[in-house]
């Protein structure tokens, strides 16, 4: 019933920033945490960053820790990605979903095998 819908991708030089953002339309009660991932062609669906309601804490991946912020409206439930400093290996098409789960920990071991909802994509390209 819950869809997600996410926007604000496009093309970025090397250095420059962009600014996803993910929103719910519909019933989205049962999930209690959402996430950023993003996946580039004959590759896995890569976790970036997740905002856990129950606890606001907010993890991040090694390989984007430090440049993208996530920043969560836990009364929409409803999340934004800052993107700064990108790099060509940040092109890829970007995803938010939703899980039941109550912490995100995890997701940077086991990938997106938890998350039951998704949007369509967004997609990124960093070139010069």
């Known amino acids: 019933q819950v869809q997600l819908v996410e926007s604000g991708g496009g093309l970025e030089q090397p250095g420059g920033s962009l600014k996803l953002s993910c929103t719910a339309d519909?019933?989205?009660?049962?999930?209690?945490?959402i996430g950023w991932f993003r996946q580039a062609p004959g590759k896995e669906r890569e976790p970036l960053a997740c905002?856990?309601?129950?606890?606001?804490?907010?993890k991040y991946s090694d390989s984007v820790k430090g440049r993208f912020i996530l920043t969560a409206d836990n009364s929409k439930k409803a999340v934004t990605l800052q993107m700064n400093r990108l790099e060509p290996e940040d092109s890829a098409q970007y995803y938010c979903?939703?899980?039941?789960?109550?912490?995100?920990?995890?997701?940077?071991?086991?990938?997106?095998?938890?998350?039951?909802?998704w949007g369509q994509g967004s997609l990124v390209t960093v070139s010069p």
């Open positions: 979903g939703l899980t039941d789960q109550y912490t995100c920990h995890w997701m940077f071991e086991v990938g997106a095998m938890y998350l039951e909802v």
């Open positions: 519909g019933f989205n009660e049962g999930y209690h945490a």
């Open positions: 905002f856990a309601s129950n606890d606001g804490t907010t």
